[in-house]
């Protein structure tokens, strides 16, 4: 399998076709799931093929926003099928890779190490230190798309949002989920000061 071709083809068209309104699930979010990836299977103990599989998997998992808005995990596992078997993928890598795929697809359903990592990775930032910087770049995207109407109805579905959320791998739960329960007792918070003015 041609790695670097996998990588660069895809980053190519991430950079050149993606629309601007696309704030956050951009060349950025992908970037920065690839590396939070890296550094999870780095501590869960995976390598190998695994890991290979794992950073394609990272590259593409929201391509499918270069060709529709709505189910776009579908679309990037179509990218998947259609591009990687010239490259030198197995039918049975590129059945991993859009199982990866699909796994993040919310609510997240990994069915194995690799797929939690993955889901991990994608949601990385929800027990970062610049969840708020990025969250915004979301709001920016859902208001571009006319998906929210404003700040209340933004975090009542962030509230929503991290409420339900979970983490897959003891490496997330131990080192983000502190973080991210601080960040919903905040929000909670704003919530309640401002629910009477909508």
Known sequence: MDIQAAKAYILRRLKEELPKERT???????????????????????GGEDLVLLKIAALYHDSGFL????????????????????????????????????????????????????????????????????????????????????????????VRFLENHKFHTATSIGSRETAKQAYLEELRRWLRQHAGSA
């Not at 998947?80 to 059945?95: N, R, S, W």
């Not at 990385?124 to 610049?130: A, F, I, Q, V, W």
Request: charged fraction near 25%.
């Open 67 to 158: 060709l529709q808005d709505l189910e776009h995990e579908e679309a990037g596992c179509r990218i998947v099928q259609e591009h990687l078997p010239p490259m030198g993928f197995t039918d049975e890598q590129v059945v991993r890779i859009r199982s990866m795929i699909m796994a993040t697809k919310v609510p997240q359903s990994p069915s194995n190490h690799v797929e939690r990592i993955l889901c991990d990775a994608d949601l990385d930032y929800l027990g970062r230190n610049d969840f708020k910087r990025i969250a915004a770049t979301l709001y920016e995207e859902l208001m571009n798309y006319g998906a929210i109407k404003g700040e209340l109805e933004w975090n009542e579905l962030q």
């Open 24 to 46: 956050y699930h951009s060349l950025e979010h992908t970037l920065d799931v690839y590396a939070s990836a890296i550094d999870i299977a780095a501590m869960e103990g995976v």
